[in-house]
């Protein structure tokens, strides 16, 4: 039996990438980062990095965040550990071509967080932007193909993801304050799927679904007009019936 050889094996590495999004002025946007290294040196990429060897998938998406961008994140497998924005495993990338320094599978994260402040470069960027998500997708010049490695595709993947996801779970109470209007959650769900939802209908659903909202206890006039009323996310994580998205 011949002995074991490391040396015989090729290099394989792993990353992780974060398609992070957020609602800022009532439109969904994405995190990106100018690479400051080769290769793609220059071009638009989502915020991501290597794996360290003595750390999980999880922690090391959680680290490039926080290196990145200044963001923390909240994964939903570590219940008691809070830090305000939503971390969730989206799908795992690994065309050989992907990367072209070596063979490099990709293991991608989806982000949520409520409307965040401009965030902070650093690794290997050297500088950060959110940025419109139809801009990213479907502006003139600003075309996913423009961005870095495989990132159009695992944007697109995600911004979908947020999408879908939203119909059938409380998800969209991830892009909220702790305490928020139901017209401050329905200019989520406009935002997170491009559409312009009817308020009275809106209200009646996510007020009569069960465990989806709980009453905060109070009101605001945060919005203009008159006050309205507060809640915080109840316990439910599926919705039923779901919230189906309007055919656009």
Request: hydrophobic residues 40%; negative net charge; contains cysteine.
């Amino acid at each position: 039996m011949s002995p074991y050889d490391p040396s015989a094996f090729p290099p394989f590495a792993v990353t992780v990438d974060l398609v992070v999004l957020t609602v800022r002025r009532h439109a969904l946007c994405a995190l990106v980062v100018r690479r400051g290294e080769q290769p793609f040196q220059g071009r638009w990429a989502l915020p991501g990095g290597f794996v360290r060897a003595d750390e999980d998938l999880s922690a090391a998406a959680a680290r490039e965040l926080a290196e990145e961008t200044g963001l923390c994140a909240h994964d939903p497998a570590s219940p008691g550990v809070d830090n305000g924005a939503h971390l969730e495993q989206l799908a795992t990338y690994g065309d050989p071509r992907r990367d072209p320094r070596m063979r490099v599978v990709s293991v991608a994260h989806l982000v949520l967080a409520p409307d965040l402040p401009a965030p902070r470069a650093g690794g290997d960027a050297n500088s950060a932007r959110w940025a419109p998500v139809d801009e990213l997708l479907e502006g003139p010049g600003q075309t996913v193909e423009g961005l870095a490695f495989d990132h159009a595709r695992i944007l697109t993947d995600g911004v979908e993801r947020a999408r879908s996801k939203i119909e059938y779970s409380s998800l969209a109470t991830a892009f909220c304050p702790p305490e928020f209007t139901v017209g401050e959650l329905r200019r989520v769900y406009e935002a997170v799927w491009g559409v312009a939802l009817d308020p009275r209908n809106f209200h009646r659903k996510v007020t009569g679904t069960p465990g989806f909202l709980v009453p905060a206890g109070g009101t605001t006039t945060r919005q203009g007009g008159r006050p309205a009323q507060l809640f915080r996310a109840g316990g439910a994580t599926l919705l039923n019936p779901p919230m189906l998205r309007p055919e656009v």
